[in-house]
């Protein structure tokens, strides 16, 4: 059993950057992969990001591609989401989870689930 938290959410005007951070428990969060997914009211819970547990292969989004950046720690157990340049339509609970799977951009795919944390993006 993994046990996820997230931290790092806020409140940011637009083309600001925040930091995202997803620190792992139970079990060591290297041997998963590891993805960020958002969600707003109403709608489907979306994949933004992902790396894999070992070669670091990453995956991203269209819509964050070139703004968002995965990367992970794994002396801390802690995968980070940077993201800049940062626009309304990112506003969402961001969540992260774990995979066995190599690497993915499906939901279906991820295991263990954080609680999420909240980013507004607004001027």
Request: glycine letters at 8%; aromatic letters at 10%.
């Amino acid at each position: 059993q993994v046990q996820l938290v997230e931290s790092g959410g806020g409140l940011v005007q637009p083309g600001d950057s925040l930091r995202l951070s997803c620190t792992a428990s139970g079990h060591t969060y290297s041997a998963y992969t590891a993805g960020w997914f958002r969600q707003t009211p109403g709608k489907e819970r979306e994949f933004v990001a992902a790396i894999s547990r070992s070669l670091g292969i990453t995956r991203y989004a269209d819509s964050v591609k070139g703004r968002f950046t995965i990367s992970r720690d794994n002396a801390k157990n802690t995968v980070y989401l940077q993201m800049n340049s940062l626009k309304p339509e990112d506003t969402a609970v961001y969540y992260c989870a774990a995979a066995r799977a190599l690497i993915s951009m499906l939901r279906r795919d991820y295991d263990y689930w954080g609680q999420g944390t909240q980013v507004t993006v607004s001027s």
